[in-house]
């Protein structure tokens, strides 16, 4: 039976990622609590397929909404950060990322992904799996959902203005409506 995550302290990382400036580097949950940052963690499957770069850019596309919420963007795959950053060096009308504005890690050993519950093991990739998680260090959100299926980033941002809220947020809440 999986065990509940939600409503727990998430589990901590630290990843070799490349950051912003294409440079290497280190993320972690810990950095991001120790200054006062939601984190919003998402995994896909792998560099260089199709859905993947539609859902990386549209967060990219979106960063300074989510900056301006407190939070950090962690996106997350088994591939080494030489391949993201050959990915992030492609251009977008060529399949690729083109710049970014938040880090790319790289889970090669997969513990993360165990760790989340998103790893198919057998294929040694992520699902697509999405989680806000407080400055506290406690996982407040968590979706899932196949591989074939890109994620909303509207809604991300929806979900995570709720949660900053405290407030009780009706079906179809959205950003500037009271809360219960």
Known sequence: MAERMVAKQAPRFE?????PNKEFGKVSLEENMKNDKWTVLFFYPMDFTFVC?????SLSDRFDEFEDLDAEVVGVSTDTIHT???WINTSRDDN??????????????????????????EEGVALRGLFIISPEGELQYQVV????????????????????????????WKPGQETL
Do not use: F, W
């Open 53 to 57: 770069p539609t859902e990386i850019t």
């Open 15 to 19: 990843m070799d990622a490349v950051l």
């Open 96 to 121: 690729g990322l083109g710049d970014l504005e938040y880090s790319l890690a790289a889970d090669t050993n997969h513990q993360v992904a165990k760790d989340y519950g998103v790893l198919i093991e």
């Open 84 to 86: 993201h950053l050959a």
């Open 145 to 172: 959902n196949h591989n074939n299926i890109g994620r909303d980033v509207e809604e991300t941002l929806r979900v995570l203005q709720a949660l900053q809220t405290g407030g009780l947020c009706p079906a179809n």
